[in-house]
Every structure is written in C-alpha cells, then in structure tokens.
C-alpha cells in the first residue's frame, strides 16, 4: 500500500487540488509542504495533533514538512469557524506562545538536518509595507470571489471586520514566500481552510506562473459532526500542564462507541489490519479498544512511562481500586478550611480545576454528575470534613471522564 493510498484509507484526506500531482509527489518523497499554526494560546490542542501526526506521516517516507508559526497572523486571527470576532494578543503573548509551540512540537516532528523546518511569518509579514501590499497582492484577489468563502459567509450577518477581511491574504502571501524561500509548493491544513488555501495557490500561479497543491485534511469529528478535543472544562490540551496524562487518557478513554475506530484510524499509527480488526468488535471488546487508543494517543503526547500510569490509574478506578497515585492532585492549607474545619464541595470542584465557575459546579452537582470516592452527591451544600481526607485523601469525579485526588498537605 502506497502512502496516498494508506492516507485515504484512512479517511484523513478531504479536499484537494490536483490528486495525481499531489499523489506522485508524496509517494515519492519529494513533496516539501507547509502546515501553519497561529499561536492562539500557551499549548497546542487535540485539532493541532491531527495535523502533527499527518506531518509526522508524510515525514516518515521522506518528505519535508515546514512547520509555519504564525507570528505575523497571529496579529490578526483567522475568522474561519468562528462566530465572533478573536481577542487580540500582545507581541510579547505571541511570541510567548510560539516558543511553547516549539517545544511541544519538537515531541513530533525531527528537524534535525534539514530534514524539517520551523518558520515563522512574522519574518516577513511584519514589515511589509501596506500600500506596496496593495500594487503587488491586491490586484490578484476578488472581493465578490473572497466574499463567498465559507470563512467569511458565516460571519457576514453578525458582522466582519475588514482586519479579519485581510486574513486570506495574508496566509496566500505566506504561501508565496514559502515558494520563494523554500521551494514549498504544497499546503496542507484542516478543511476549514479550503478557501485560504486556494487563495494561496492562485496568487503562486499568477505572479510566478508556477503550479501549487492544497489539501485539507478531514475535521476531527465525532459521530453527531461535533469538533472533537474539547469537554465541559474546555479544551483537551498537550501540555500535561493544562490537561494531565490521566485527563489526557481519560478523555479518549471515554469517547463513544461509534467514535472509537475513527480515532483510531486518524490518529494513531497502528496499522490498517489491526485497527479493521478492532472495527468488527462489539460489546465489551469495544472498552479495549478505547484502552488502546487512549494507551496510543497518551504514548505519542506524553511518553510509554505516562501512558503506562494513566492507564493502570484508570484500570484501578474502572475496577473500584484504590490507586490513584498517578491521578492529577490537589493539596489542600489549613486555611481552606473554614472555622468548623469542613471545605463545602462546589469550592473543591473549582479550586480542582474540575469546573471553572460555581454556578457550572453547582449544576453539575444537581445534574448528579459529581461522586466523592464512589458515593454519588447531589446536595448543592455538601461540605467534608478535614478528617474525611484521612491519609489518603479523597477522589472527586465528575461525569465520567474527570478525576482529581484531593488531600491534605
């Protein structure tokens, strides 16, 4: 099986330009593609690791993946799937995020020896001059033609702002420098993109005359066409930082039935047979496979050793055990407590991380989503007392996926 050939089997692509020429290249080796990335937080998430984990495949049989940190795009933010308009960040908060990036992504991607590269936008965006922007892109673009971008249809009726306009044609002009700089004639990216892409192809052709490739890759999706990677607290982040290894495990863990062979085929790097196998499971055999893909996912973000420990962390509370010495833990001070020595339990779901308000813990507690070691509680002025943290401390869980160990230190 060639690698086009594994990449469709595996339902990861989309949308492209020119298959043939796309195949020929990539199957070959040759092909030198960019995928960017805006530095819209401190941590990559779960949407970023599906376009890792398509960089590292492509890598694997020889071709150069360029990974673009978006410096300069970052200034503006991409308005593709959104519904209003993004925050605007600081120079010294992006350039904070993108150092984070680097780190994370050097997990994935070897780019020793030229064999991958890491740029960033802001090298050349940032000191563009506007009016030559407008003599030398501007005439290349159709407003009428950019106005029926799905990126932008969406937006027009609650309002889009021409900062947020200019976006399109900043990722075309990355495109064309790329090109120019690098010999980077391909662009992947999450379908979303699909009009930013195409811009950037046309603009290649019409001032250098020169044929560029696009690609989208499929959306990260669960069976109802909800984006997958984000739960009730939020995202689901790859600094163990923001979601521990356990959080980590537990989210895929945890994913539907129908879910868990379509994560299994874009995300991992178990072979086809293997997983088709999986696909014919019924029942029970279904939790081993999420075992497997939680065991997979965790291994290729944190490490063999984590994924081990989340892993025989789950199988313990799965089973009623008691070990929970790799569970993400808060230690409590004496002032947590009040005068009569109790904490109530809507403190304990927020100070864990476990909710970020309150008033979401409060509901989750009447919705009897929340059990303290095993015991299901729906008293929205439950309190515990510091003796009932004993030696051990005590497990909050919340729904089925979330678990945080409290102590007293």
């Not at 089973?319 to 304990?348: H, K, Q, R, V």
């Not at 979401?360 to 919705?367: C, L």
């Not at 008293?379 to 497990?395: I, K, M, P």
Request: hydrophobic share 40%; charged share 25%.
């Amino acid at each position: 099986m060639t690698l086009w050939e594994e990449l469709k089997a595996r339902n990861l692509i989309a949308q492209v330009t020119d298959e043939e020429e796309i195949k020929e290249m990539v199957n070959a080796g040759k092909a030198t593609f960019y995928i960017g990335f805006d530095p819209t937080a401190d941590s990559l998430h779960v949407g970023h690791f599906m376009a890792l984990c398509l960089m590292k495949r492509l890598q694997m049989a020889g071709n150069r993946p360029i990974a673009l940190l978006g410096g300069g795009t970052g200034m503006i933010g991409d308005p593709s799937g959104r519904t209003d308009m993004r925050q605007m960040m600081t120079k010294e908060t992006i350039q904070h995020n993108i150092e984070c990036f680097k780190k994370q992504m050097e997990r994935f991607i070897d780019f020793s020896d030229g064999k991958a590269l890491m740029v960033n936008n802001a090298d050349w965006l940032l000191d563009l001059n506007y009016v030559d922007v407008l003599r030398e892109v501007g005439p290349h673009f159709s407003v009428n033609r950019m106005l029926t971008a799905e990126c932008y249809k969406q937006r027009m009726e609650r309002g889009l702002s021409f900062l947020e306009f200019n976006y399109m044609i900043m990722q075309s002009y990355d495109f064309y420098m790329l090109y120019q700089k690098y010999g980077c004639n391909m662009q992947f990216g999450g379908d979303d993109q699909w009009s930013n892409m195409l811009g950037g192809t046309e603009l290649i052709r019409r001032k250098l005359g020169k044929d560029a490739y696009a690609m989208t890759i499929t959306l990260l999706l669960n069976s109802e066409g909800k984006k997958m990677g984000k739960t009730q607290a939020g995202a689901v982040w790859l600094d163990p930082d923001k979601t521990s290894p356990f959080d980590f495990y537990q989210y895929w863990r945890n994913v539907d039935d129908a879910d868990v062979v379509n994560c299994l085929r874009l995300l991992t790097f178990l072979p086809l047979e293997q997983i088709e196998e999986m696909a014919k499971w019924e029942g029970s055999q279904l939790n081993q496979a999420k075992e497997i893909l939680a065991y997979e996912l965790t291994g290729l973000v944190h490490g063999e050793e984590e994924a081990k420990k989340a892993q025989d962390g789950a199988r313990a509370l799965f089973s009623g055990g008691a070990d929970t010495e790799n569970m993400p833990s808060t230690a409590l001070a004496d002032e947590d407590f009040n005068e009569e020595g109790t904490i109530d339990l809507i403190t304990l779901l927020v100070k864990t991380g476990l909710e970020k308000t309150r008033s979401d813990a409060r509901r989750s507690i009447q919705q009897g989503g929340v059990t303290v070691d095993q015991d299901k509680v729906t008293d929205v002025y439950a309190t515990l007392t510091r003796e009932q943290f004993g030696t051990d401390g005590v497990v909050i869980r919340k729904g089925k996926k979330k678990f945080h160990k409290v102590t007293v230190g």
